[in-house]
């Protein structure tokens, strides 16, 4: 697949242009536009759109405190509130209430309290806040310490894995819903304030479909959300069970993904109405702190009247499984 760059947009303030260079994935461009904290309306508009179009956009080369992350943040919504009282670890550290929009993923301990959350270990294919009531819109991951080798971070085209899903699955999952487990965060660990889950059809958690149209795009997305501990309502749990293992063997696979691999001052940004990530353990000698922000977004649901493939949908797929 040939990359091409988008045409590029005047950002004004900065006096450079915006230029928007699609991944050769299933999902992902890099936006080169020098610093972010210079973008004007327009260049912000431009970046908006990108967004929209490609899932994941990556930005290079960024010098960001808290609060100017959380000001890029509002370049894609209202920001949300990221951290939690009831969603914390025992041994995570508070933060100033007045950067409430701002949360640390680390493995890093100062005398004996962990800095930040999810530590270094593997953090499976999930969407952010899948298990609470509304998720996030958008999440905005800044790199501040990286560790020389893993901690490297996956994507899946959701837009992509429903375009492809077999007819007779697509069938299936239409008007179903799935329970999503707020117990257990990412890395696998029990969240302060629940129990250990003993059956999936009561664990605590929300209902969201499984088919979720995007608000903005009006496109369907797969609507996985996290594995462990989820449950299709209406069915027995064997047979629940054995259709989230159809479905996540078919999102698994090298044609919906995009791995990126940090540098020192990188931020992404990802959409979660239509994305799952991953993140790869690393070792836990070595120091990892990212800052993360987030947007709000809105219930999900699945609405008629559904558009074409994304893009990068099943054309996309065909050709890509050809390598």
Not at 120 to 129: K, N, P, R, S
Not at 201 to 209: C, E, I, L, M, N
Not at 215 to 227: C, D, I, K, N
Not at 296 to 306: A, C, D, H, K, L
Request: hydrophobic share 35%; with cysteine; proline share 7%.
């Amino acid at each position: 697949m040939t990359v091409r760059n988008a045409p590029r947009h005047s950002s004004g303030r900065s006096g450079a242009d915006i230029e928007i260079v699609p991944l050769p994935c299933a999902l992902g461009a890099e936006v080169r536009c020098g610093d972010v904290r210079k973008l004007d309306e327009a260049g912000a508009a431009a970046i908006r759109q990108a967004f929209l179009d490609h899932l994941v956009l990556l930005f290079r080369g960024q010098k960001l405190d808290d609060h100017e992350l959380m000001a890029f943040g509002r370049v894609f919504g209202e920001l949300a509130p990221t951290i939690g009282a009831k969603y914390h670890a025992d041994n995570v550290k508070e933060f100033d209430p007045a950067l409430k929009h701002i949360s640390v993923v680390s493995n890093v301990i100062e005398n004996g309290v962990a800095i930040g959350a999810l530590g270094d270990g593997e953090a499976v294919w999930h969407t952010d806040f899948s298990f609470d009531e509304v998720p996030y819109s958008a999440t905005l991951l800044h790199s501040l310490e990286i560790p020389p080798f893993g901690g490297n971070t996956g994507f899946l085209n959701m837009y992509l894995a429903y375009d492809t899903l077999p007819a007779e699955l697509k069938e299936e999952i239409h008007g179903r819903s799935t329970k999503q487990d707020a117990s257990h965060n990412s890395a696998g660990q029990l969240r302060k304030g629940f129990a250990p889950v003993t059956d999936v059809r009561t664990s605590p958690g929300p209902t969201h479909p499984l088919v979720y149209t995007h608000p903005e795009s009006g496109r369907h997305a797969l609507y996985l959300g996290r594995r462990a501990y989820a449950y299709v309502n209406g069915l027995t749990v064997e047979q629940s069970e054995a259709l989230l293992d159809k479905l996540w063997a078919h999102v698994d696979q090298p044609r919906f993904a995009w791995h990126h691999v940090w540098k020192l001052g990188d931020v992404l940004i990802w959409d979660n109405r239509c994305t799952m990530h991953h993140r790869d353990a690393f070792d836990p000698n070595s120091r990892r702190i990212m800052h993360k922000t987030a947007c709000m977004g809105s219930r999900p649901s699945e609405q008629p009247g559904y558009r074409p493939p994304h893009p990068r949908g099943a054309a996309f797929a065909a050709e890509s499984g050809k390598r």
